[in-house]
């Protein structure tokens, strides 16, 4: 018989009272899909019984706060008394009857909060000092001793009412610059009274947090501390600041640690980008380890069941907190525990899922439509065997082609060039960005064992579309370049960046000592730069934008990661506020912001102008009786999440199209 895989992974472990099935906990991540008044709503209760159903022993439920003005966001939960109980029972109820634990995490920003969150008010804090990421407008005033002892009491009376819904432990939110980080950490806490001045007078509030919380509780449920192991901010807790704290939490009733890291000032470090290794943190929770004899839960860019499983047996933590891997693939897990590895759906740290508010205002996934919409209807098999064509296998095009398939079409995938993945290629290309390729990887076993037919090296047209009449047409061609007209432009020696990423032009073998220039500040330009300097080149940067605003459209903790590398390489220089106005071969000429010209040498440049939606005439299509839609870049440009979540709603959406539904009235 084959030995089980992860066999440490998959071993049980007892906290107090709780058995824990395996070593896999959901860390605590925000939904923004809360009912009326910080409520649960039933759309989160059909995404965690999700989460549970896929294996996790212990869900943390997101963060909930203990009282009003300590809201971090205006789609919170709020447990300040016992009117939201009722929803929070049918919560556990629907975790539990899928086989985990389920755990509630309490939660007081302090100054991590602005004043319209909280109903207009002043954010309280140890301590009035600036939060660099909120600003001065959103600065807290000190809280009183009076106050500070209310806010005990709100905590501990918030779990008594957990408790009472049932969780089965409760997790003590103190990590990523929140109200119980600030009174410990030196930085926020500037008091010089019995709750702060030195070491101990720090600790004295989360001490007495823990002590409160655990009395309310009982010795049965577990109490998890969850706090920042590094804070990574000048000023901040240092890991050997943790080191030396542990020990204290624990003696004032913490039953586990949860080792996170970071605050809101450095965010890179709390939810981190593509370009921070696997497994970064794990050094942090190693060396709390030592200096305590409770559990210790790790997390943070653990993606691979092998990295779990080296952890746990090298003595890095005892659980594994996983975050985004469970939204992106709720059944990780249960997959891990098959073995079957590969088709677990790689989270690649690319963000979309803190993305720009408003864009999807409840939690989603770029590479996980239904992330966020577990109340939807099961894709049904209305598809019954009639003919699709998906023209461009990017992103958006591999993922409709599935779904499609999945709902029972017989699926043709049209690809223009001789592979699949389209502006994924692109996108996973520049360093540090590696990450994105697991994912094209992922989506290329799907297709391989899926009956979808691709056709490579295949340009459709909509004119032989209509020549095919397939019952369904999706286009998700995605973009072109934006024209430019400048002297030179057609001259050889010019390539379009997009080009050079996807690797259809061996230019960028021929770099090396070379002088070249890229012409456009965004993130296609930057990441370009970056490439091309990588492979030896010595790049000038022209943009025509001010240096602030270099890869703006980029994720912005990347970004951050993305500016300061550039600003660091050698052998990238920017030129900022300026457009290139002559090409020839082996020079440009430059104009800059007071109108003077300057002339650079280039062997080659690189055009990052921004691209345009290709946008194919879907009328044709219909006036063919083919079912038509378009998504993606070609529709509009975007990201990745965008054009999947194109696909999802497309392809959810046809069953209506194609058999409608006629009311007799
Ligand atoms: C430099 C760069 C970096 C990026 N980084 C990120 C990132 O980090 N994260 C992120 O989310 N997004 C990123 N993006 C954006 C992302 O690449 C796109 O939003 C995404 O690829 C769009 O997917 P799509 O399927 O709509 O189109 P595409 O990925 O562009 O796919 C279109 C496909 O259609 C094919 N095609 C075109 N015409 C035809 C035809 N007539 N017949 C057959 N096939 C055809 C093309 O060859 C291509 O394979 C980046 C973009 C660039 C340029
Ligand atoms: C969408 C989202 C929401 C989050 N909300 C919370 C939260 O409510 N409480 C918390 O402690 N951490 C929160 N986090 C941080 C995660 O719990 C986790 O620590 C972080 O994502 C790193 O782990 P990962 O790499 O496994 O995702 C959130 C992360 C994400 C992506
Ligand atoms: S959106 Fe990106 S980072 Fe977030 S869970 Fe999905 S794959 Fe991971």
């Known amino acids: ?90 919560l556990v109820e629907a975790i539990k009857d899928s086989g985990a634990n389920a755990s509630l995490q309490l939660h007081h920003a302090g100054r991590q909060t602005y004043p319209h969150y909280i109903g207009g008010r002043q954010p309280v804090a140890p301590s009035p000092v600036e939060s660099k990421y909120f600003g001065p407008a959103a600065i807290a005033r000190a809280l009183t001793v009076a106050e500070i002892e209310g806010l005990i009491d709100s905590f501990a009376k918030s779990a008594k009412w957990a408790v009472e819904a049932g969780y089965d432990a409760i997790e003590l939110h103190a990590a990523h610059g929140y109200l119980l980080g600030q009174f410990l950490s030196p930085l926020t806490n500037k008091r010089d009274d019995d709750w702060g001045g030195d070491f101990e007078r720090r600790l004295r509030f989360p001490k007495a947090v823990i002590a409160a919380v655990k009395a309310a509780i009982g010795t049965h449920r577990p109490l998890i501390y969850r706090f920042s192991g590094d804070e990574f901010v000048p000023g901040g807790l240092t ?173 043709a995938l049209h690809e223009a060039r001789p592979s699949v993945g389209g502006g994924l290629i692109v996108s996973g290309t520049p360093p540090h960005k590696e990450n994105l390729l697991l994912y094209l990887e992922y989506l290329e076993r799907r297709l391989s064992s899926s009956k979808v037919t691709l056709h490579l090296n295949s340009r459709r047209t909509t004119e032989e579309l209509c020549a ?28 379009q960046a997009f080009d050079v990423l996807l690797g259809d032009d061996g230019v960028a073998t021929r770099v090396q000592g070379q002088s070249v220039v890229v012409y456009g500040g965004g ?30 459209s980029a994720e912005r903790l990347y970004r951050k990661q993305l500016r300061e590398r550039l ?3 050698p052998n990238i220089a920017v030129i900022e506020n300026s457009h290139i106005v002559r090409i ?24 990052a102008q921004g691209r345009r939606p290709a946008a194919p ?40 199209r194609l058999d409608p539904v006629f009311v007799a009235c």
């Open 1 to 90: 018989m084959l030995a089980a895989p992860f066999p440490t992974l998959f071993s049980p472990l007892r906290i107090v009272g709780l058995t824990f099935a395996n070593r896999i906990v959901m860390s605590a991540m925000s939904t923004h899909m809360v009912g009326p008044g910080g409520s649960v709503s039933p759309q989160q209760i059909a995404y965690y019984r999700e989460r549970a159903l896929g294996g996790t022993a212990l869900i943390t439920v997101e963060y909930a706060c203990v009282s009003l003005e300590g809201k971090a966001r205006d789609w919170q939960l709020v447990l300040d008394s016992p009117a939201n109980i009722g929803g929070h029972i049918k």
């Open 584 to 607: 020839e071969p082996d020079r440009v000429t430059i104009k800059g912001p007071d109108g003077s010209t300057s002339t650079h040498a280039a062997s080659a440049v690189f055009i």
């Open 523 to 552: 993130e296609t330009g930057c990441e370009t730069a970056e490439f091309l300097a990588d492979r030896g080149a010595r790049v000038l940067l022209v943009s025509r934008s001010p240096q602030a605003k270099l890869a703006r």
């Open 468 to 495: 095919l009449k397939p019952a369904v047409a999706v286009m998700a061609i995605g973009s072109a370049p934006l024209l430019m007209e400048i002297d030179g432009i057609d001259a050889p020696t010019v390539h």
């Open 567 to 569: 600003g660091r390489n």
């Open 239 to 411: 890991i050997e600041d943790t080191e030396l704290i542990a020990p204290h939490l624990v003696a004032a009733g913490a039953d586990a640690l949860h080792v996170s890291a970071g605050i809101m000032d450095c965010m890179e470090f709390v939810i981190e980008p593509m370009s921070m290794p696997e497994g970064w943190r794990l050094y942090l929770s190693r060396r709390v380890k030592a200096k305590v004899d409770v559990p210790v839960i790790t997390v943070g860019q653990v993606r691979l069941p092998s990295t779990a499983e080296r952890a746990l047996v090298a003595g890095d933590a005892d659980l594994i907190a996983l975050g985004r891997p469970l939204l992106v693939d709720p059944f990780w897990p249960a997959k891990a525990r098959a073995g079957k590895v590969d088709d677990i759906r790689p989270c690649t740290s690319c963000n979309w899922c803190i993305g720009p508010a408003g864009k999807h205002r409840g939690v989603g996934c770029a590479e996980n439509p239904r992330a966020g919409r577990e109340l939807d209807a099961a894709l049904s098999d209305f598809g019954k065997g009639r003919d699709a064509i998906v023209v461009g296998a990017g992103p958006g095009g591999i993922v409709a082609a599935l779904l499609l398939d999945q709902a029972g079409f017989k699926v």
């Open 617 to 656: 005439p879907l009328d044709i299509l219909e006036s063919a009786g083919i079912r038509a839609a378009c998504i993606g870049d070609a529709n509009d440009i975007g990201r990745i999440g965008e054009a999947v979540a194109d696909a999802y709603r497309v392809v959810m959406a046809l069953e209506k």
